[in-house]
Each structure stands twice: as C-alpha cells, then as structure tokens.
C-alpha cells in the first residue's frame, strides 16, 4: 500500500452504478432475455400443471380450461407466449454471436430492433390473427 | 467433447455454456413447433388432447420439447445463480431447491402426459 | 447476495453549488465530490456539486471544463489527468451516464446538465479518483507479456502482415477500464470475474502469432468466473472510447476455449 492509499478500503463510498448508469438498448435487451428466461420457467411448470390436470379425467380439464381462459389467464398467457417470441428470437441472436457473427455495434442495435419488432408481431398474430 | 458429456450439469464451465447453446439449438424448431400446436391445444377439450397424443410424431415431438425445454431451464436457472448468490454454501443450497422443484414439476407434467397418451 | 442498490453512506447527497461565472454561454457541471475523512474524523457522504462554467473561457471538452474549475474556483478538485488525447487513459470517467474519457468527450456533444461521476462500482479514493488496485491485479493475473520457450533471437520475432493484422483492434487499448466498469456482470462479480478490459487484453495475447502459450491462457479461463460471467450485454462495446470491440474479443475467447476442450 503506497501512502496515497491509508483509507481503509470499507470507508471509502461505492460509486454510483445501476441507479447512475444510462440505460440503453444493449443492456435493457440483455435484462429483457434474463426476465423472459424466468417467465418461461414458470410457464414451464404451469405447462406441466395443465399437462398434470388434463391428465386426470373432464372434469380437472374444464377446470383448468376455465381457469386459463378467464381474463387474468388470458392476460398471461399473452404475457407468455411475448416472452416466449422474444427468447427465442433473442436466444437465436446470442447463437450468431456465439458464432461470432453479427457482433459490431451497428448489427448489434439493427438486430435488437428487428428482435423487438418480430416479437410485437408474431405476439399479435397468435393473439388477433387466430 | 464427448457427446454424452454435454448432458453432466454440474462438470466444467464450458461444458455448462455449451450445452446452454446445443439445448437452444434444439429448442429453436422445437419451440416454433409448439408454439404452433398450442394454440390450438389450450383451447381444445379433454377429448381432442387424447387424440392429439394419440399420433405418435406429436407425442415423440412434445415430449422432446419438454425434456430438452427443463434441461435448458436448470441450466439457465444454475447460470443466473451464479451471477447473484455470491456464498457457495447457499448458491448451492438454493441451486439445489430449484433442481428439486423443477424435477417435481416435470415427473408432474409426464405423469400427466403418460396419462393423457394412454387415454 | 449481489448488492443492487448502493451502501447508504455511498449515496451522494446534494452538494454545494458554486458561484457561477457569468457569460453569453455557460454550462453547468454536477460533479461528484468525497474526499477520505481527516484523522480521527468519520466519513461523510459523497455529494454532488454545481459548478458553472463560461465556455468562452476553456477549451472543447470535459477534461477542459475540469481543468478550469480546479484552476479557478475549487484547487482541490481531484481527478486523473496525463496526456489530453486520449492515449494514457487515465481520465476515463462516467459522463451523463456513460463511461467516456474527459479528454476527448466534447461538451457540445452533451445535452443539458452535464453530470460527471467517477467509473461506476468502484471504491472511491478521492473525486473522481477510482481504486484501479483490483484491476490491475485481474490485468497482472493474465500475465500479458509474450510467453515463449523459444530463445529470443539476435533479432525481432518476425509476424507476416496477417498475422500482424489479427492484433488491430486489441493493441490500441490503453486499459481506461471504462469497458469493465460499464459491465454489470463485473459490477456483481469484480472479485471474481476479469471484465472486458483484462479479457480483451487476454485475446491481445492469444491472437499474437510470437506467443506459444494459448494453450493455457484459455484453460486458465475455464472456470465459473473469469470468462463466463460474460452475458454478451454489449455495454462494454457501446463504451469503449477507442471505439474497440471487447465483446467480440471475448466472443473469440470462448468459441478457441470450447473448440480447444473439444479437441481434448
Ligand atoms: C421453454 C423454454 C425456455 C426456457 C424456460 C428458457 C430459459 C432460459 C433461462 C432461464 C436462461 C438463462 C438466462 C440468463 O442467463 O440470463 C436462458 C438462456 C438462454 N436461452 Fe433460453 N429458455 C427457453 C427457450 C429458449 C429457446 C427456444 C432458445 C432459442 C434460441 C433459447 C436460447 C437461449 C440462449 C442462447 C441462452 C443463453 C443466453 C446467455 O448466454 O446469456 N432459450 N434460457
Ligand atoms: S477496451 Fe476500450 S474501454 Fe476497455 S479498457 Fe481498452 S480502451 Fe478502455
Ligand atoms: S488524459 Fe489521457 S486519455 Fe484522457
């Protein structure tokens, strides 16, 4: 330790980070396929649940259905099936850049903005178009 | 690499990462696959699931889905863990509880499925 | 547990706002200010000033801005300072949000206030003074120097051109850290994960055709941490005032590290 350097290292402050930092396409994407990666967790268990209930005889089914297909079901499954659209799509942009194709900055917002973009319509085409 | 190396959770970094991408290889037409079958399936009564698991391509798809689907979501979950719970002793408690939870909720989805392919 | 918000005593409180120079153009500067306690004393909060300055007065940019302010209102104002061209990279701060060198980031480029704090998540010896210590204990980790068994010669070691052209792109960053610090998986994990500047300068080496060490420069990245804690954000690459591509280099990383184990 130089003499510049005798402030214990507890007392000197943190800087500002995540409440300081701009956000910006790259990282709200990034955070957005974290989020929609835990959503579909749970919408993974909630398959299996459907699964599980159907399974049993009509009556757990039309239960289930009716508990689906209610407003607030409705309203998550929208919720899924856009977070569905968006992992993958964003899923299939880190696979390129696995490969690491598509990584300078310019493809790297062209890219975000076509994953946003397919998501707001294949989201819609589920929920209007059938 | 060996092939069946890919399927061990918990041996090598790298082996983690590339089974995150081979998983999301997997679930790339597997997941446009099912998502096209469910929107349907939802809204479809009892009767018509039995029928529709009744043809062997759908049982052998959906069921690949789903393995495939948990597999990458314990792999995922593990990942972001890692990232957060900085104790080893307790990220590897709770990392356990999830894997807990999602085995249970899988066994629950193929028992269900088992029974539905049977009638 | 990763720690999202910052402890209370690092939450800067409002500061002190200075008497602004007068003038047809002014701007106005919030500049983060904390200084370590005097002997015996208890810390105190860091806190944002104001400061007002008139631009018919000092140069183009921020690190100008700076340089005024602590030669003609406020002599202890601290921040780091060497070359103004952006070669030495010790003035990288965080500039409206983003990480930038002073020297280089033009005030007419910025709208409104201009808010000035040091590089995110680090511990702060004074102003805009970040701790580098950590840092460059991850960059000295990676051991950057060319690694060979073969005796150095009477002469240079030779590269073709194309070998040559493998480095640009990786040689021309001056470690400002500001890539690292705009990282928020390095923001979690900077005791354990080396961040886009020291991987950046891993693949530097890697890709250098003299060094015979690859082998285990990429095995020692093979662990829970050191690489993998890469998410592709691409923040770094959004920052990086030499305009370079850290993601893409530690993009390279990984695919030589996994085809590397597959081999093996
Ligand atoms: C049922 C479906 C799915 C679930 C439950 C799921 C869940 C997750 C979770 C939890 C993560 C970790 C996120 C993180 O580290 O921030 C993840 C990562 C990932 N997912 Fe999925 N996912 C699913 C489907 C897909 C599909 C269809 C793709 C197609 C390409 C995909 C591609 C990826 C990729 C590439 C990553 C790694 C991202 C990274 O390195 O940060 N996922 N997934
Ligand atoms: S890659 Fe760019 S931002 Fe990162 S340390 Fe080097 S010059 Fe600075
Ligand atoms: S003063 Fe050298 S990079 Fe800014």
Redesign the pocket.
């Known amino acids: 330790m130089t003499s510049s350097d005798n402030t214990p290292q507890a007392d000197r402050p943190l800087s500002p980070h995540l409440s300081a930092y701009r956000w910006q396409l790259t990282s709200l994407l ?1 955070i957005a ?2 989020l929609s ?2 959503a ?2 749970i ?2 268990v909630a398959l299996s649940f459907w699964l599980f209930f159907l399974g049993q005889n009509a009556q757990a089914s039309a239960l289930v259905k009716i508990i689906f297909f209610s407003w607030f079901g409705k309203l998550v499954q929208i919720g899924f099936t856009a977070a ?1 659209f968006y ?2 799509l964003n ?2 942009r ?2 390129l850049w ?1 490969f690491n194709l598509g990584l300078e900055l310019p493809q790297v917002y062209r890219s975000g903005y076509i994953v946003i973009v397919l998501t707001l319509l294949l989201t819609l085409a589920v929920w209007v178009g059938t | 690499m060996k092939p069946l190396a890919l399927f061990a959770l918990h041996r090598g970094t790298t082996r983690h990462w590339a089974a ?2 081979v ?3 997997l ?2 037409p ?2 446009v696959w099912f998502v096209a079958a469910s929107i349907n399936l939802f809204r479809s009564s009892r009767e018509e699931v039995v029928r529709w698991a009744d043809n062997p391509l759908s049982l052998v798809l959906f069921s690949t889905f789903f393995l495939v ?1 948990y597999w ?2 314990a ?3 593990t ?2 863990l890692t ?1 957060y719970i900085h104790n080893p002793a307790r990220r590897s408690v709770v990392k356990n509880v999830i894997y807990f939870v999602l085995g249970l909720s899988l066994g629950f989805g193929l028992v269900g499925l088992f029974l539905l392919a049977r009638g | 547990m990763a720690e999202f918000r910052l402890p209370p005593m690092s939450r800067p409180e409002k500061g002190k706002e200075w008497a602004a120079e007068s003038g047809s153009n002014t701007r106005t500067l919030t500049v983060y200010r904390w200084s370590p306690p005097e002997d015996g004393a208890t810390a105190a909060r860091p806190r944002l000033d104001k400061f007002t300055v008139d631009l018919s007065k000092i140069g183009t940019m921020v690190l100008d801005a700076l340089i005024h302010i602590k030669n003609t209102m406020d002599p202890s104002l601290t921040f780091r300072r060497s070359c103004r061209e952006g070669v030495c990279g010790s003035c990288a701060m965080n500039i409206n949000g983003t990480n930038k060198l002073a020297c280089t980031q033009a005030l007419s480029e910025l709208k409104g206030e201009i808010r000035v704090l040091p590089l995110p998540h680090m511990r702060v010896v004074k102003d805009l003074v970040p701790d580098l210590q950590n840092a460059y204990k991850q960059y000295n980790e990676v051991r950057p120097w060319l690694r060979s068994e073969k005796p150095a010669g009477e002469r240079e070691r030779l590269q073709s051109p194309e070998e040559r052209e493998k480095l640009d792109g990786l040689w021309e960053c001056i470690l400002c850290f500001s890539c690292s610090t705009s990282c928020p998986s390095y923001w979690w994990n900077d005791d354990k994960y080396l961040g886009p500047a020291t991987l950046l300068q891993t693949a530097r080496w890697v890709e250098d055709s003299r060094d015979d060490d690859t082998e285990a420069r990429l095995a020692a990245l093979d662990d829970d941490f050191k690489l993998y804690r890469c ?2 954000i691409m923040n770094c690459t959004r920052t990086c005032p030499k305009g370079l591509n850290p993601a893409k280099a530690i993009a390279g990383l990984k695919s030589r590290l996994a085809e590397q184990n597959r081999r093996s």
Do not use: P, Y
């Open positions: 990034s396929h974290r990666g835990v579909l967790i919408g993974l569905f992992h993958l899923g299939v880190h696979l696995d | 995150q991408r998983t999301a290889v679930l790339t597997l997941g689907a990458h979501a792999l995922g979950a990942e972001i990232d | 998410h592709t």
